[in-house]
Nanobody
Framework: QVQLEESGGGLVQAGGSLRLSCAAS????????MGWFRQAPGKEREFVAG????????GYADSVRGRFTISRDNAKNTVYLQMNSLKPEDTAVYYC??????????????????WGKGTLVTVSS
């Protein structure tokens, strides 16, 4: 059974940085696509970044490209989201997700099969 556990959220001032982690277990993830999504209060869940575990190909939402970086550590079975130059509009619950489906540059929520419980990121102005 796939389990995804996010960590690293918290409160940060605008312009600051945070690194989110997603510890994955229950499968061999070498053929998986992993993604980060976020959901702000009153808004729909949206794609943030994705990575193909094998080869490390990545994709980003326009709103975070150049500020956020997704990466993975094979030895630790962990996916990271490094978030720099944070803005108040980045405030949201951030979710890690996984699917055995083929990687797409832009992922959709309905394409993902497994989800973590989320971690809250709050950016103060």
């Amino acid at each position: 059974q796939v389990q995804l556990e996010e960590s690293g959220g918290g409160l940060v001032q605008a312009g600051g940085s945070l690194r989110l982690s997603c510890a994955a277990s229950g499968r061999t993830f070498s053929s998986y696509t992993m993604g980060w999504f976020r959901q702000a209060p009153g808004k729909e869940r949206e794609f943030v970044a994705g990575i193909r575990w094998r080869g490390g190909i990545t994709g980003y939402a326009d709103s975070v490209r150049g500020r956020f970086t997704i990466s993975r550590d094979n030895a630790k079975n962990t996916v990271y989201l490094q978030m720099n130059s944070l803005k108040p509009e980045d405030t949201a619950v951030y979710y890690c997700a996984a699917t055995p489906k083929s990687f797409q540059v832009v992922l959709t929520s309905r394409a993902m099969d497994y989800w973590g419980k989320g971690t809250l990121v709050t950016v103060s102005s």
